[in-house]
């Protein structure tokens, strides 16, 4: 696996439990190699990044971990973001203090443990409490070869989507007018950046978001081929402001994104591409409402041309990335 994707792979398989934290990654020129648990990972690591196999011998850590629920009843998984983890559990404090003292002997990097314990306000964020560590919720986190400032107190973030973000960059053609409705720090619309001589706008409600997203564009300004300009608004009426025609727009807000389909629609050009993530149910996918919304809020004709589980977001739901094509 290339290097710059080697971060993102680490934190998607040690969530999964796909990774063998008994050995020790490593380097070798352009590409570093992953110690899995068994090859039916393999099947796993394909939805997000491309591989290949490799037969190598690891050098094995000076202790060896058990899984943290072998540990701590009731805590498998926890988020690392930079030198912060992030546990999400409402179990008592006791409880989870013990587990953040296990993720900081098992991970010497991590500086700070929380525990979310709920999502507030209009800007998503979590609800932290400090486990373990410096009470400093600011981190830098690597992704595909950028570099972003994150505080996990003041925007949403998810680390697992750094194999969406390089997917759908990789989908974009050079010359591509692109939005990103609900950029966060920025993630889809710097990695599309990288990767493309494109142009990109990044929006998002949160003042902290789009001064972060600003930000991380200055510090990867020699790592991108494309420009990105990023704006403070409320993109359910994005439509009266901009008055321009996008070939691509990402609209990353499961829990809400049907609501701006109307904006998106009337931003779309004919012939470009939607990517809307929702939440679907994992054993039947209820597309129906989608399509009514579609058929109420779209003037262009529209073809649904792929619907692709991203992540799991409860035990009857999933992320779902659906690709409308106008």
Same mark, same amino acid.
């Given at each position: 696996m290339?290097?710059e994707?080697?971060? %993102?792979?680490?934190?998607i398989?040690?969530?999964? /439990?796909? $990774?063998?934290?008994d050995l ?6 352009n590409y570093?190699?992953?110690?899995i ?6 099947n796993?690591?394909?939805k997000?990044?491309p591989f290949?196999?490799?037969n190598?011998?690891f050098e094995?850590?000076?202790?060896k ?8 009843e009731?805590? !498998? !998984?926890y ?14 404090l006791e409880?989870?203090?013990?587990a ?5 002997r ?5 500086e700070?443990?929380?525990a979310?314990i709920?999502?507030? /306000? ?8 400090? $486990?373990? /560590?410096?009470?400093n919720?600011l981190?830098l986190y690597k992704?595909?070869?950028?570099? *972003? ?13 750094g194999?969406e973000?390089?997917r759908i960059?990789?989908?974009?053609k =050079?010359g591509?007018?692109?939005? =990103?409705? *609900?950029?966060?720090v ?9 990767k493309r001589?494109?142009r990109?706008?990044?929006?998002d409600l %949160? ?9 991380n ?11 990105t300009?990023?704006?403070? !608004?409320?993109s359910m009426n994005l ?9 691509r727009i990402?609209m ?10 109307r ?7 004919n +012939?470009? @591409?939607?990517? $809307?993530?929702?939440?679907? =149910?994992?054993k039947?996918?209820n $597309? ?5 919304q579609?058929?109420? @809020?779209?003037?262009?004709? *529209? ?8 992540? =799991?977001?409860s035990?009857k +739901? !999933?992320?779902?990335e659906?690709?409308?094509?106008i």
């Open positions: 290339y290097k994707l080697g971060n %993102n792979a680490i934190n398989l040690k969530e999964m /439990g796909l $990774l063998n934290q020790r990654p490593r380097k070798e020129g570093l190699l992953i110690p648990v068994n090859e039916k990972s393999l796993e690591i394909g997000f990044f290949e196999i490799c190598e011998l094995e850590y000076k202790f971990s058990k899984k943290l629920n072998a540990i701590i009731g805590i !498998s !998984s988020l690392i973001i930079g030198k912060i983890a992030i546990i999400n559990y409402k179990g008592n409880i989870l203090r013990k953040a003292s296990e993720i900081a098992i991970n010497p990097n991590i700070s443990v929380y979310k709920d999502t507030e /306000g209009e800007f998503r964020v979590p609800k932290l409490i400090l $486990l373990y /560590g410096k009470d919720t981190t992704e595909n070869g950028l570099i *972003f400032y994150v505080d996990i107190k003041k925007v949403y973030f998810n680390p697992r989507l194999g973000h390089n960059a990789d989908m974009v =050079d591509e007018f692109v939005l =990103d409705m *609900f950029t966060g920025g993630g889809f619309a710097l990695n599309i950046a990288k001589i494109s990109v706008i990044g929006v %949160n003042p902290y978001a789009i001064s972060l997203a600003s930000m564009a200055k510090i990867n300004k020699k790592t991108l081929k494309g420009e300009f990023f704006i403070r !608004s409320d439509d009266n402001i901009i008055k321009t025609k996008f070939d990402i990353n807000h499961p829990t809400g994104s049907l609501s701006f389909l904006a998106a629609c009337n931003l779309i050009k +012939q470009g @591409n939607i990517h $809307l993530y929702t939440l679907l =149910d994992n039947k996918q $597309l129906n409402i989608i399509l009514d579609l058929k109420v @809020n779209c003037n262009y004709s *529209f073809e649904i041309s792929q619907v692709r589980r991203v992540l =799991d977001y035990p +739901q !999933s992320i779902y659906i690709n409308i094509k």
